[in-house]
C-alpha cells in the first residue's frame, strides 16, 4: 500500500469480482482486503476500523449489502460506501443510496475502467465532507470558548461597577444592562473630603475594546476625583490622558460629572456630550444639555460648569443614550415619553429605577440594541 | 451599506446608503484610506440617504476628519437629517466637523478651499 493511500475492503461472494477489483486497486496503490458477504466485511470492519472505503456487492448470502450499509451507519461509521449493482438493479442501488451510501458502480464490461474514477471521487468527496465537519466543529468550539470568555468578561465588568451606591442624607438606584453581554457604558459615586462624586459615561460601540476602555475610565475618574472636586479639572486631566491612547481609532466618551458640595448643598455639573440629564424638582424637571464636546477628541478641548442647588427631595436622574434611544414597533423613541415617565413615578430611587426599566420594556417589547444605564440619587428631607 | 463615489474636479464625494453604523465605518474608513493613498484631500460626506449614525459612525467622521486635517485636507458632512444633526450638536461634533446643509454648498466650500490651496 503506498503511503497516503487508504486500505479498501471488498465485499463480494463473486470470487471472480472481487479478485479482479482487488488486482485494479492494488495495482493503484491501495491496501485491500477483501469479505464474502456483509457480516464478515462487519468483522473485520470492527476488529480494524480504520477501513477508507468499502466497496460492496449488494445480493450476498448472510447479510447483503444494504444490511451492511444500515449496520455501518448505525455504528455511526462514517466510512463511504460505493455499492456494486447490476443494471437490471438501479433501483436497489437508488434504495442503497438513500440509506448511506456514496455511491454506485455498475458491474459491467467496463468496471476495470470505471472502478478508480469512482474510487476517487467518492474518497475526494468524504475527504471534504470530513474537512468541512471539522472546520465547522472547531469553529463551534471557538464559538463556546468566546462565549464563556464574554460570559466571564460580563461579570468581571459587573464587579467593577459600584454594587449599591449609598450616602448619608441620599437615597439612591441604579440599573445596568449592557447589551450584549459585555459593553461601554459605566457609572460611579464617592465621597471624598465632603464631597459627592456621581458620573455616568458611555465609550462608543460595545464591543471589547469598548468594555476594556470602560474599565480604565472608571478607574481614571475614581482616582483622579479623590482629591479633585472640580469636575472641569477632574475632566480636563482624563481628556488629556485619554486622547493619546484613543488617536488612531474611532473611540470617544460621553459623560456627565457631578460634584457635590455638602457644605453648600451645590453640585458642579460637567456635561461632555452627554444626552440630556435631569434635576426633578416635585412635579417639575430641570434639564442639563451637554456642556461641551466627547472626551477623547482634543487634548485642548474644554467644558462649562453649571451649578444648581440640590434640595432636600430634589432627584439626579442620569441615564445613557440606550434609554431614550429604545425603539418601539412603531419606530417612535423612548424620548419622548421620558420626561412624563420621570414625573409620574414619586417612589424611592431604588424602586423608581426599576420602573423606569419596565416601562421601557414595555414601550420597546424588549428590543434593545444598545446598553442601558440609569442612576437615580434623591437627597432626602431632614428629619 | 453600500458607499456611492463621485468625482467633482478635485473633490472626492463619497455617498453612504444606509445606516451608518459600526460595520458600515469601517467600510468608510478603508474608503477614506485608499483616497488618502491616492492623494484626494477634499471629502464630500453626503449623509443624505443615511437615516441614522451610531456613536462608532460618529467615531469614524471624527478620524476621517482629523485624518484629512493632518494631511491639510478637508472633510464637509452634507445634507444630515434631524437626527443625525442632533449627534453631532450634543456631542459638539458639528465645531469638529463642518457641516452644510446641502450638496451644493458643501461643494461650493471645497472647491474655495482647493483653490485657496493651489494659490498658495
Redesign the interface.
Known amino acids: 500500500m503506498n503511503e497516503g493511500k487508504c486500505r479498501i475492503l471488498i465485499v463480494d461472494d463473486d470470487p471472480f469480482v472481487a479478485e479482479l477489483l482487488a488486482v485494479i486497486l492494488d495495482a493503484d496503490g491501495y491496501g485491500v482486503d477483501m469479505a464474502e458477504n456483509g457480516q464478515e466485511a462487519l468483522e473485520k470492519f470492527d476488529a480494524a476500523p480504520d477501513v477508507g472505503l468499502i466497496i460492496s456487492d449488494m445480493n450476498m448470502p448472510v447479510m447483503n449489502g444494504l444490511e451492511l450499509i444500515r449496520e455501518l451507519r448505525g455504528r455511526n461509521g462514517h466510512v463511504p460506501v460505493i455499492i456494486l449493482t447490476g443494471n437490471s438493479e438501479i433501483s436497489v442501488a437508488i434504495q442503497a443510496l438513500k440509506n448511506g451510501a456514496n455511491d454506485y458502480l455498475l458491474k459491467d464490461e467496463n468496471i476495470q475502467e470505471t472502478i478508480l474514477v469512482a474510487v476517487d471521487r467518492v474518497l475526494e468527496k468524504h475527504r471534504l465532507k470530513m474537512n468541512n465537519r471539522l472546520l465547522t466543529e472547531d469553529l463551534a468550539r471557538k464559538n463556546r470558548e468566546l462565549e464563556k470568555e464574554r460570559a466571564l468578561a460580563h461579570k468581571v465588568q459587573e464587579s467593577i461597577l459600584p454594587r449599591s451606591v449609598a450616602f448619608p442624607g441620599f437615597s439612591a438606584g441604579t440599573f445596568y444592562r449592557p447589551s450584549d453581554q459585555i459593553g461601554g457604558d459605566f457609572f460611579d459615586a464617592w465621597e471624598s473630603d465632603n464631597h459627592l462624586h456621581f458620573l455616568i459615561g458611555d465609550i462608543s460601540g460595545h464591543n471589547t475594546s469598548a468594555a476594556l476602555l470602560m474599565a480604565v475610565c472608571k478607574g481614571m475618574f475614581s482616582s483622579l476625583g479623590q482629591s479633585v472636586h472640580d469636575p472641569l479639572a477632574v475632566v480636563t486631566a482624563a481628556n488629556r490622558l485619554l486622547c493619546p491612547m484613543l488617536n488612531d481609532t474611532e473611540m470617544f466618551l460621553t459623560l456627565v460629572y457631578i460634584s457635590y458640595d455638602r457644605e453648600s448643598g451645590i453640585m458642579r455639573l460637567l456635561s461632555a456630550g452627554h444626552n440630556t440629564v435631569y434635576l426633578v424638582r416635585g412635579r417639575d424637571l430641570i434639564p442639563f444639555d451637554s456642556t461641551g464636546p466627547a472626551i477623547g477628541w482634543d487634548s485642548d478641548d474644554t467644558w462649562e460648569v453649571l451649578t444648581e442647588p440640590v434640595n432636600p427631595g430634589d432627584l439626579l436622574f442620569l441615564y445613557t443614550d440606550g434609554l431614550i434611544e429604545a425603539e418601539n414597533d412603531r419606530g417612535e423613541t423612548f424620548e419622548g415619553q421620558l420626561e412624563e415617565t420621570l414625573t409620574s413615578f414619586n417612589a424611592h430611587p431604588a424602586e423608581m429605577v426599576p420602573r423606569i426599566f419596565a416601562a421601557l420594556d414595555g414601550f420597546c417589547c424588549g428590543r434593545f440594541t444598545d446598553d442601558i444605564t440609569l442612576l437615580a440619587l434623591r437627597r432626602e428631607e431632614e428629619s | 451599506m453600500e458607499i456611492k463615489v463621485e468625482m467633482d474636479n478635485n473633490v472626492v464625494i463619497l455617498k453612504p446608503i444606509g445606516n451608518l453604523v459600526?460595520s458600515s465605518?469601517e467600510i468608510l474608513?478603508t474608503q477614506v484610506a485608499k483616497l488618502l493613498e491616492k492623494n484626494y484631500l477634499y471629502l464630500l460626506l453626503d449623509l443624505s440617504k443615511v437615516d441614522f449614525v451610531?456613536?462608532?459612525g460618529?467615531?469614524?467622521c471624527?478620524?476621517v476628519n482629523k485624518t484629512l486635517a493632518a494631511r491639510e485636507g478637508v472633510l464637509v458632512c452634507a445634507g444630515a437629517n434631524e437626527t443625525i444633526l442632533k449627534l453631532f450638536?450634543?456631542?459638539?461634533?458639528d465645531?469638529?466637523i463642518t457641516l452644510t446643509a446641502s450638496r451644493l454648498d458643501a461643494l461650493k466650500f471645497l472647491q474655495d478651499k482647493a483653490l485657496l490651496r493651489s494659490a498658495r
Open positions: 459600526a465605518a474608513k451610531d456613536s462608532s460618529l467615531g469614524a471624527i478620524a450638536r450634543i456631542t459638539r461634533a465645531q469638529k
